[in-house]
Nanobody, 118 residues
Framework: QVQLVESGGGLVQPGGSLRLSCAASRTISEFYYMAWYRQAPGKQREWVATITNVPAVSYAESVRGRSDISRDNTKNTMNLRLDNLKPEDTAVYYC????????????WGQGTQVTVSA
């Protein structure tokens, strides 16, 4: 069984930046699809960004232009940098992965809390 462990969350002031990391318990080179999702209080979980094994990246409109997703298959990690943070970015951020190109997400992390507040 694969474990995904997120880190890097915390309290950040509006306009600040942070870098989230996701560490996998085994090689991530077999994961075609890796992504970040987030869930704000009282809201459904939403997709934030994706990086494939190609690699190809895509971002939700809400973070496009102020975020950068990356993966390091040699270190079995995936990262997400978020800049110009806004209060509406406050959420629990989850790492997700699956091996095939298509299909449901098979692996989820436990989440890391990001709070944007003055």
């Amino acid at each position: 069984q694969v474990q995904l462990v997120e880190s890097g969350g915390g309290l950040v002031q509006p306009g600040g930046s942070l870098r989230l990391s996701c560490a996998a318990s085994r090689t991530i080179s077999e994961f075609y699809y890796m992504a970040w999702y987030r869930q704000a209080p009282g809201k459904q979980r939403e997709w934030v960004a994706t990086i494939t094994n190609v690699p190809a990246v895509s971002y939700a409109e809400s973070v496009r232009g102020r975020s950068d997703i990356s993966r390091d298959n040699t270190k079995n990690t995936m990262n997400l940098r978020l800049d110009n943070l806004k209060p509406e970015d406050t959420a629990v951020y989850y790492c997700a992965a699956r091996e095939p190109q298509l299909g449901e997400i098979k692996y989820w992390g436990q989440g890391t809390q990001v709070t944007v507040s003055a």
